[in-house]
């Protein structure tokens, strides 16, 4: 089934992930955030809470990425105790976000596939040096193979069926992905 970028409703993508693990996992997918944030539950909220950029799906898919990676003790931290340097990086440090991104794009590149979404790599860094993604891309693609052939998260591997029944998309097999396609 072909969608066109309108048919991505954050809406949708929010109900499915609630749906999922706000019981199980006590963990809401909250759209509208002027910034992602992962915080965990405190005197201020119940519920651990994945805040994605305003409604865009396409952030939706990457924080929920980094959660499904995250093990039990990074999610009692807020952003998960990540580093994180924000837009403008130079050069050394856009290296080191590479880095540590390759895992959470693969994983995102899966989830956009089981909504048959697509998805573009984020060099995320705007005012900084234009970076050759040429080997981040090559590292995201080899982090997709790994997925595939080695397993998905367990919780990952529940959102993508979910998302694969609801967007009428096949299961993510390694041979669904290749490198030419990444933008």
Known sequence: MDYSDS???????VKLFNQCFEISENTLLVGNGEEPLYQPASEHST????????????????EIAHWCIAGSERR?????????EPDGRSARQQASFEIVE?????LEWILAHCCGYPFRVSADNLN???PDLTGFRQNIFLETQRWLEKGLPARAEKLCRVLCDF?????????????????
């Open 47 to 62: 519920h651990h809470q994945i805040v994605f950029t305003l409604d865009y799906f396409a952030s939706g898919l990457h």
């Open 102 to 106: 390759a895992k959470p794009q693969a």
């Open 167 to 183: 967007y009428r998309q096949p299961y993510p097999v390694a041979h669904n992905f290749n490198l030419k396609a990444l933008r």
């Open 76 to 84: 009692k931290l807020v952003d998960y105790g990540y580093w994180y």
């Open 7 to 13: 048919d991505f409703l954050a809406s949708d993508l």
């Open 128 to 130: 900084g040096p234009a």
